[in-house]
């Protein structure tokens, strides 16, 4: 499987939702904070709001922590202010490494990073290192259940979607970044519900690991998407079914 594909990754190395669902729940937390500080706490009226509130009742999160994360947001309710950073690196086999952070302190946010790949086989680059490597993209995941694929291609191009591919039980929509939320909305209307809905770095190709790294790899981009500071980790790899099992 390619490392584009941010929900299979899930699914092969990530433990149990549940047992993450705190963690989750603080990424989800800010991103609506940050959100709601950029655009406004109307999500009518700001896309991004209302795509990261939707991630989050997917999610199954209380009604009231995401209206008290949208008040931090706005300024109602006293908040830490998180500022966006992109850090680039390499891991294991030459793979190229995008990781997003929202973060109120990029020293100890760095510095967290880099020890994670220093431990895990990795090293932090510098600004456009490997950012060259990736398309900014929209990515949009639609459960597969009950619709078939030619209808649902059909009904994503309408909507403006870029790309469109099955994996195992869902749709994976792809979008011009700036076109991430219409798109998504479009779908919705159009009865393709999204579970979720995200900014991506999608590679324009991808590196072959093989099984030595694979779970070096696996464990890694793991490891740092454990942390609070980072929301998402997009990488480059590219693996055999039976590689990435073995990060499970």
């Known amino acids: 499987m390619a490392g584009h594909s941010k929900w299979k990754q899930i699914k092969h190395y990530k433990a149990a939702a549940d047992a993450k669902r705190g963690a989750m729940f603080t990424k989800l937390i800010r991103e609506i904070t940050v959100a709601a500080k950029q655009g406004g706490g109307d999500p009518d009226g700001n896309p ?8 989050a009742k997917a999610q199954s999160m209380p009604k009231e922590n995401i209206e008290r994360a949208v008040k931090k947001g706005t300024g109602e309710l006293e908040g830490v ?32 990073i880099r020890a994670k790949l220093s431990r895990g086989g990795g090293n932090l680059g510098t600004a456009n290192s490997v950012a060259f490597l990736f398309d900014r993209k ?64 999608v590679p324009k190709s991808t590196v072959r690991v ?27 790899f590219d693996i055999e079914e039976g590689a990435m099992s073995q990060g499970a």
């Open 81 to 112: 202010e998180y500022v966006e950073a992109t850090y680039e690196a390499y891991g294991p086999g030459g793979v190229a490494l995008m990781i997003q952070a929202l973060t109120d302190n990029s020293t100890r946010t760095v510095a967290e």
């Open 48 to 55: 991004r709001l209302r795509t990261a509130i939707e991630n």
């Open 138 to 201: 929209g990515q949009i995941l639609v459960p597969a259940g009950g619709i078939p694929e030619d209808a649902a291609m059909e009904k994503a191009l309408e909507a403006g979607a870029e790309d469109f591919v099955k994996e195992d039980d869902a749709y994976i929509v792809t979008t011009a970044a700036a076109d991430l939320h219409s798109v998504k909305a479009a779908l919705d209307a159009a009865g393709l519900k999204a579970e979720r809905a995200e900014v991506s770095w």
């Open 210 to 236: 093989e099984s030595a790294d694979a779970d070096t790899l696996l464990k890694l981009i793991e490891t740092i998407e454990d942390l609070d500071d980072v929301q998402k980790v997009d990488a480059n």
